[in-house]
């Protein structure tokens, strides 16, 4: 069975600075990942997702994520936050192709990012 | 705003009571799934439905049952409710085999 870990309970970022969040997924075929925001109060909005081709992805909100097949990982990426951006982010893994009839949703436990001015 | 509605937003009941939630899918889609978020457990994974047909289950309780009608829509019922329901529940849709999932608001459970 898939699982994803994100190591990062709680994030805090200064306005303007770089931010990395890190999500590592388990799956012995190809996976399809997602990266999901959820702001307080919210449901979860689509950041971006990686089915297959090109290794880096552009996301809305100027997000970016990168597979790495080599080390099992699917980070996000943005080189300047905004105050907007504090929310708690979740990375998702999907089975691919390989296994129809099982389409959910393995959430990680999700990274809650601060941001201070 | 995703397409994908759901009602009411919070409901707030007793415990060994029933309620049932409602989800919309956006126009199209024909896969529904239902989520649960709670403190201790994270988001999982309940149930699937593809056009009116269970598709994959997770864990979800036998207290709990859904079920997706020829409009599409979904209704996912819970039973004898306990303190530990207390949750957001989630549904969301896509348009068939693995693609990308539209997340609806939420219904917040609150069991007292």
């Known amino acids: 069975a898939q699982s994803v870990t994100q190591p990062d309970i709680h994030i805090t970022v200064s306005e303007g600075a770089s931010l990395e969040l890190r999500c590592n997924y388990s799956y012995g075929a190809t996976p399809y990942l997602f990266w999901y925001v959820q702001s307080p109060g919210q449901g979860l909005q689509l950041l971006l997702k990686?089915?297959?081709?090109?290794?880096l992805v552009q996301g809305i909100k100027g997000f970016e994520a990168e597979f790495k097949r080599s080390q099992s990982s699917f980070n996000l990426r943005k080189p300047s936050v905004h105050w907007s951006d504090a929310a708690e982010y979740f990375c998702?893994?999907?089975?691919?192709?390989?296994?129809?009839?099982?389409?959910?949703?393995?959430f990680g436990t999700g990274t809650r990012l601060t941001i201070i001015p | 705003d995703s397409g994908v509605t759901q009602t009411p937003k919070h409901l707030i009941t007793a415990t060994g009571q029933r309620v049932t939630l409602r989800c919309s899918p956006r126009s199209g889609d024909l896969s529904v799934y239902w989520y649960q978020q709670s403190l201790d457990q994270g988001l999982q994974f309940l149930i699937q439905y593809y056009n009116g047909e269970e598709r994959a289950k997770g864990n979800i309780l036998e207290r709990f049952s859904a079920q997706q009608f020829p409009d599409l829509h979904s209704e996912l019922n819970l039973s004898s409710l306990e303190l530990g329901d207390s949750a957001l529940y989630f549904c969301?849709?896509?348009?068939?085999?693995?693609?990308?999932?539209?997340f609806g608001p939420g219904t917040r459970l609150t069991v007292l």
């Open positions: 969301a849709s896509s348009v068939g085999r693995v693609d990308t999932q539209y």
């Open positions: 998702a893994v999907a089975e691919g192709p390989s296994n129809f009839g099982n389409e959910k949703l393995t």
């Open positions: 990686y089915f297959s081709g090109d290794t």
